[in-house]
């Protein structure tokens, strides 16, 4: 029984989101530094899978560092629609050509400072499968959300909206990223407790929204403070699968550490 459970483990992924940071001259070499550490890396390419999220600019650049290190390439947004007049925009086929297989979709910068609805991180989701992108769909409650104890009202909103409609199978290919607004940023990272708290939350929902055993079935990473200090006692959770680094994921030595935590979770 233990060794099934084992072996049907939930993947476990470390997410780099750098938000709006570096060059591209400068993400090439901080992706080069992470290559070169995966390579040293006894437990790499196998476990985790590692995803790196750059400003589109950088996209080419650390795809190139990135090539055959196992590592992963992912964009931080894309637009729901395919083409056309939307100026500053890019699509979920423009992202697969430059490289990306994984998208970060809904971050809560984008809902906060851009307006974005649940109805758009909704239909962005599955433009990201119609173009072949794995989405890493965020949610999380603001700080005032926290604060009146809506938490779960917030998180079950949040997925019941965006994956209501899907298939178990279509569910099965998304990622999704709980991250508290109030812990971003902040270095006030949730406990433990409130993370397996919180993903719980969002397995039951997906149980009831998707059906089958969505629940159980998708990796749920978090997000928000994850640094090398922390992040060992998030992943001894069962029910946290990995994180999405912003900030301590600049810095390829503090980035590692993260990775290796994941990869001695098991
Ligand atoms: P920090 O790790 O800098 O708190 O950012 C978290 C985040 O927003 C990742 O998407």
Redesign the pocket.
Known sequence: MTALRAVSRRPRIV?G?W?MNRTATEGGALARELAALSAADPAMPAAPVVVLCPSFPLLEAVGRALAGSGMRLGAQNLHAETHGAFTGEVSGAMLAAAGCAWV?VG???RRQLMGETDAQVAAKLRAAQRDGLVPIV?VGETLAEYQANRTEEVLVRQVTTVWHGLSLEGARGTVV?Y?PVW?????KVATPEQARDAHRVIRATLDRVVGGEAGGALVILY?????AGNAASLFAESDVDGA??????LEAASFWKIVAAAAAAG
């Open positions: 997410a989101n938000k970060i971050h809560s910068e965020c990223a991250e812990a971003i940023g902040t270095g997000g928000g403070s994850v640094n999405l680094v912003g900030g301590a994921s």
